[in-house]
């Protein structure tokens, strides 16, 4: 629900090099920002707490209220559900995220303006057309559309929730007296990353195949060139939609997580997902730091080369964790094996710049196409997820055991 569409449209006039200490000699990496003449805070930073349309915010903030007044006025049998977390507490999970949303998005933008040599993209990526676009390269036609977008997906995501507390018990787990050990709890989370992922990597490249989909769809999110953290769900309404039925909702109906594992999933996703598009691969992205150790872990270098690749980027769609990619042969590392990356690569980076340094072969800008790429296939896999999250849910009369 976070959102910061204000338009930033500062241009870059006097290049102020800071090469990092720790680049070999030769390997200078410039950024240029704008003078302090140029910009206000306000234009410069995403808002620590306000989003870039402030009625949204406030209508954010008197639906959020609603729902706490309901839950702390009416009596417990008219709006708790069996099996769920109370209202109350739905109520707090709901107001946490949207404050995480805001004060992590502007943590992960203090990163990049504060560390410029681990900013992905160099100057030259960043240099921009126009005086008249934002820093992320969006003109202020296309930011007052992602403002209303913005607006529409707060709305549905807030129905979508509400709705799914309401028809399906035991989605937002309650507390239990009892736990499972903890290495099965750990190893449920993972599973259900990988669900989550599963469903939302088909959605993603469906997206990018079927034309319809890319030009009235997801065209939105890429409209940002040069990721920034502020732009994780500046997207089509329906495209933060279907995330997160095809993602969230069927991976707790499919791998249904306990309590506290719930409210560790999500957090975590809220971190990862910022970070992905923070435009800094390094140390400072707290839960890509924390999935390193995953086979084929994806850092957030992939996926802003990914956002380079624009209409073209059949590669890079995981949403978490990276090892669909691999599986089904569209990872690239992209700027991985260069200076301003070098202390956030992966294992699988170096093994595939290394693999194609033997074969003297420059890493390809595209991913071979697969019968998986024609319109009428990509989206089976999807198809495939929602059909067994709904025969789950009908085996048990609608409740998630």
């Known amino acids: ?24 000699s030769g390997l200078v990496y410039v950024h240029c920002e704008p003078s302090s003449a140029d910009l206000n805070f306000c234009d410069h930073f995403s808002s620590l707490l306000f989003s870039g349309d402030l009625s949204m915010t406030l209508l954010e903030i008197a639906l959020l209220s609603c729902v706490t007044m309901a839950g702390c006025a009416m009596p417990t049998e008219w709006v708790n559900v069996t099996g769920s977390m109370p209202l109350t507490e739905l109520s707090a999970y709901l107001w946490s995220m949207s404050l995480i949303r805001r004060f992590y998005n502007s ?19 960043h240099t921009l057309a126009s005086s008249k676009k934002d820093l992320c390269g969006r003109d202020k036609e296309k930011l007052e559309r992602i403002a209303l977008h913005d607006m529409l997906t707060m709305l549905s995501q807030l129905a979508l929730e509400i709705c799914i507390y309401y028809l399906l018990p035991g989605y937002f787990p309650a507390v239990k007296e009892t736990y499972d050990p903890w290495y099965q ?7 259900n990353h990988y669900v989550l992922s599963f469903g ?6 469906g997206l990018h195949v079927i034309p319809w989909l890319w030009d009235h769809i997801h065209s939105f999110h890429h409209w940002a060139r040069h ?21 969230h909702v069927c991976a707790q109906i499919l791998v249904p997580l306990d309590h506290d594992m719930f409210w560790l999933s999500r957090v975590f996703r809220v971190l990862e997902s910022l970070e992905k598009h923070s435009g800094v691969s390094c140390r400072y992205n707290l839960a890509h730091t924390m999935q390193r150790w995953l086979p084929y872990a994806q850092m957030p270098h992939h996926h802003d080369w990914h956002h380079e690749g624009h209409k073209a980027c059949n590669f890079t769609f995981s949403s978490i964790g990276g090892l669909w990619d691999c599986v089904f042969g569209t990872r690239k590392e992209g700027r991985a094996m260069q200076p301003q990356c070098s202390n956030s690569f992966t294992s699988e980076d170096k093994w595939r710049h290394n693999n194609n340094s033997k074969q003297n072969e420059p890493q390809k800008q595209h991913s071979k196409k697969s019968v998986m790429d024609r319109p009428g296939l990509v989206l089976l896999p999807v198809a495939g997820v929602i059909a067994a999250a ?3 849910v ?5 409740a998630i055991m």
């Open 1 to 24: 629900m976070m959102s910061d569409s204000s338009p930033s449209t500062g241009s870059c006039k006097t290049p102020r090099p800071r090469p990092p200490s720790d680049l070999p």
């Open 107 to 125: 943590y992960c933008e203090a990163i990049f303006f504060t560390f410029p040599e681990c900013r992905t993209q160099g100057t030259r990526e």
């Open 185 to 191: 709890r750990i190893g449920r989370l993972v599973l």
């Open 200 to 205: 939302m990597y088909w959605l993603h490249r």
């Open 227 to 247: 990721p920034l953290s502020r732009n994780t769900y500046q997207d089509h309404w329906l495209d933060n939609l279907g995330n997160a039925i095809v993602g």
């Open 390 to 392: 709904a025969v789950k």
């Open 394 to 398: 009908s085996k048990n009369s609608g």
